[in-house]
């Protein structure tokens, strides 16, 4: 598109207020037409190929393009049918044979011959997914359906090195429109990975024609479509139309015409921008700015506690962090209840036990091992590792990525802590996003902030963090989701053992056996569970917030009046 034309859609979406929508009406009260306005801090989202996404505010975006055969409801995180309209399960609980819609097509792109997209079918699923389990630089999620899918690990392992593998014997195109998973053992969560990003289907012809770019040229069957992207300036996407979907009352999914994302970094700008009207949403308030929640007669404001956790990292491989008496004590130095009460303001929980968020009813949280703040304790031991006050302990780097909400005044005040408690001399170093997770990813880092949303709702997606076989092989690789790198034969045993245990009770029994095993160890040291805060302007309709922070825009409306109001 001439750049000219370029500016002129971007004047026409600048509104937040958007009074020229269309506002046609719909059944039960809602009505067509919108530009739904959202920033995100993170200007390098990484990717927005399913493979390779893993960053949040790529998720945020990329959601509204892709999906998979099924999904996670945003209201309440359970199962809802998605590209499959149903599906069985066999007498064995091993064997998922799954409906597809029919007429679903893939968005209009120049990947397709004549730019049209053509039709979704089994064949496109069992592709999408036999991508997951092929070894190569743009996948990150083989973890997905490792040991749990019939024939992944060995496909994955004949594709090292670029090689054509055999397939995977359990992903089967039975028909046209019937896709047949077979995995090895029953596997409860399995249709909650099956919603899972790494999961999400795209068309053999995006990556044929784009190559890598694939990663910034999403193409799906989502109710939005791309239709303009300068990274690190902003991303629009356009209402589909002939999107399948319809809500409750048989309207024509979705009401929005489009959606704009910026890439505003400072919150403070961020927020000024929202409380202008030029922002449908925000999210991560400023610490200061948590006041303003207050002010629910001009917003709407959205609380719950997420299934999150936040983290410091130690490189355990090298010194002086290979010693765990050191590891502990700092841990015991943290006063993670400080932290929360008066550096967060109350919008976190401090983390009791471990990385685990709370809220599982089935999980063994008190068999994991309390993070107690016992600073005497924490100076006992490492004058015990022969370290008294700090003594023959080099400076310590604190990394953190300044894009999130109070990273930095957290880790000043942990680094007034350290120096207080334990006589250690800490340097914080705020790095960019990009920057900063590079550097966890390639092992460079050496005390570090990182967080964890879960990618679904179950503890064992927290405790994926830390299995051994999320390592590469090659040091001089990057590790994506293991990036303390934490191999242990006894906690990969027990993780791998709660992978083929499919009575519920006792699955989250061995997940807690791990957890405690990982907490002794302390490769990481947990901080506290953010809770989930969202402000949206007051003619937003039907965007629920969940401990996920998912966003799924294909339901959302303005309403005209309340609009009109404000």
């Known amino acids: 598109m001439p750049r000219y034309s370029f500016l002129l859609l971007l004047g026409l979406l600048a509104c937040s207020t958007p009074e020229k929508g269309r506002d046609q009406e719909a059944a039960g009260g809602k009505f067509y037409g919108g530009v739904f306005n959202m920033n995100e801090g993170d200007d390098d989202l990484g990717s927005l190929f399913p493979l390779s ?11 509204q393009v892709y999906e998979g055969l099924v999904a996670f409801d945003q209201r309440d995180l359970s199962i809802r049918p998605g590209l499959a309209e149903s599906w069985t399960v066999d007498q064995s609980r091993t064997v998922y044979t799954f409906k597809l819609r029919a007429g679903v097509r893939f968005h209009d792109d120049t990947c397709f011959a004549d730019g049209t997209g053509r039709e979704l079918t089994a064949t496109d699923v069992v592709e999408s997914l036999t991508a997951l389990c092929t070894h190569d630089a743009s996948n990150q999620m083989f973890w997905l359906f490792q040991d749990k899918v019939l024939g992944a690990n060995a496909h994955y392992a ?29 596997y409860p969560s399995f249709l909650q990975i099956l919603a899972h990003q790494g999961c999400w289907i795209h068309p053999k012809e995006l990556v044929a024609h784009y190559g890598s770019e694939a990663r910034w040229h999403p193409v799906g069957t989502g109710p939005f479509r791309l239709k303009h992207f300068v990274r690190g300036e902003v991303i629009v996407l356009e209402r589909w139309p002939y999107y399948w979907g319809k809500d409750a009352q048989g309207n024509q999914l979705p009401f929005l015409d489009a959606i704009k994302c910026t890439f505003l970094k400072d919150k403070e700008q961020e927020f000024e921008q929202f409380a202008k009207g030029n922002l449908s949403m925000i999210d991560e308030l400023p610490v200061e700015r948590t006041v303003e929640m207050n002010d629910t007669a001009a917003y709407q404001v959205q609380t719950i506690s997420g299934l999150s956790v936040q983290f410091y990292g130690f490189d355990h491989r090298h010194p002086p962090f290979n010693d765990v008496r050191l590891r502990r004590a700092i841990s015991l130095a943290i006063d993670r209840r400080m932290i929360v009460d008066s550096i967060l303001n109350g919008l976190a929980i401090p983390a009791r036990h471990g990385v685990v968020a709370p809220g599982f009813a089935a999980y063994p949280y008190d068999s994991v091992p309390a993070l107690e703040y016992d600073p005497t304790e924490a100076a006992a031991l490492l004058a015990e590792a022969g370290h008294p006050g700090g003594a023959g302990i080099p400076t310590i780097f604190l990394q953190v990525n300044g894009d999130g909400f109070g990273y930095i005044r957290v880790a000043e005040a942990v680094q007034e802590m350290l120096t207080k408690n334990l006589g250690l001399r800490v340097v914080t170093t705020v790095l960019p996003a990009d920057q900063h997770y590079k550097r966890i990813e390639m092992g460079h880092a050496q005390l570090w902030r990182e967080g964890w949303v879960v990618d679904h709702p179950d503890p064992e997606n927290f405790l994926a963090l830390f299995y051994g076989k999320n390592v590469p092989a090659d040091t001089a690789q990057p590790s994506y989701l293991n990036s303390t790198r934490y191999k242990d034969a006894t906690y990969d045993s027990l993780f791998a053992r709660a992978l083929r245990t499919p009575e519920q009770a006792e699955r989250m029994m061995i997940l807690g056996r791990a957890e405690r095993h990982l907490m002794e160890d302390m490769v990481v040291a947990p901080l506290y569970h953010e809770r989930s805060v969202r402000m949206l302007q007051p003619w937003v309709r039907d965007l629920p917030i969940n401990g996920m922070e998912l966003r799924q825009i294909r339901d959302t409306w303005f309403d005209p009046a309340a609009r009109s109001a404000k």
Do not use: C, F, N, Y
């Open 53 to 63: 996404l893993t960053r949040s505010s790529a998720h945020h975006i990329a959601s």
């Open 158 to 186: 004949a594709t090292v090195g670029g090689k054509a593998g055999p397939g995977v014997s359990g992903l089967e195109a039975i028909d046209q429109l019937t896709v047949r998973v077979t995995l090895t053992t029953p």
